[in-house]
């Protein structure tokens, strides 16, 4: 049998006293962790909540009651009733029974009577008195016949100056095609005889004469004559 002693296991102790109090001293480290596990030490909290401590201030909203209503006594309506005679069941007479009316027919029409059918026709008013202008109130312009347009005669004092020219003017075209009344209404070269060699011609022309709702008047008309050297 080996026997061991303190000194071979634990190196650095020299005797077994000193070795018994190693060992007494690692048991008592050991109990006093054990201890310090088991054991529930209390938690010191300087910042403890307490309800107690605070006081709570409850603000309610005030609701006023609702106005009082008057109540205004309403009067009994008055419930209105019609007497309506009530008819007879058993007339004493009974209702004639009235026959319809005869149709009255035409009179037949006679074979030996034309009729004519279509659109009455329009209302003409009667021609004016006075002469009315082309192209106004419903007038045609006058057509020139050109088998009757003479040439106006160049006036030989603008002919030797080598002047030319133009004539406007109105004339009343009569319901029969012919020309009446004239009158310049401008010219280019006045002192060159041109308004004279124009009225010469233009009474000598003749016109499909204008109409209005389909029957000749007498309206004015304007004419353009142009003088130009060949």
Request: net charge negative; charged share 20%; aromatic share 8%.
């Amino acid at each position: 049998m080996i026997k061991t002693s303190a000194a071979e296991w634990l190196p650095g102790v020299p005797d077994r006293h000193e070795a018994g109090m190693l060992w007494a001293a690692f048991l008592l480290a050991i109990l006093v962790h054990l201890g310090v596990l088991v054991v529930h030490l209390p938690e010191f909290n300087a910042n403890v909540y307490t309800p107690e401590a605070h006081r709570y201030i409850v603000v309610k909203k005030y609701t006023p009651p609702p106005p009082k209503v008057e109540q205004r006594p309403t009067a009994p309506r008055q419930r209105i009733v019609r007497k309506v005679p009530l008819p007879d069941p058993t007339p004493d007479e009974p209702e004639p029974i009235r026959e319809p009316a005869p149709e009255i027919l035409p009179d037949p029409i006679p074979d030996d009577v034309e009729l004519l059918l279509g659109e009455p026709e329009a209302f003409a008013p009667p021609p004016p008195t006075a002469p009315v202008l082309a192209g106004v109130a419903g007038v045609s312009s006058p057509v020139l016949i050109p088998e009757s347009k003479v040439t106006p005669n160049y006036p030989e004092i603008a002919r030797t100056a080598r002047i030319e020219g133009n004539v406007v003017l109105q004339a009343v075209i009569h319901r029969d095609g012919t020309v009446g009344e004239i009158t310049v209404l401008r010219c280019t070269k006045s002192y060159m005889g041109f308004e004279a060699a124009a009225v010469e011609a233009i009474a000598q022309w003749r016109y499909e004469p204008a109409t209005q709702y389909g029957k000749p008047v007498d309206c004015y008309f304007t004419v353009l004559v142009n003088f130009q050297l060949l």
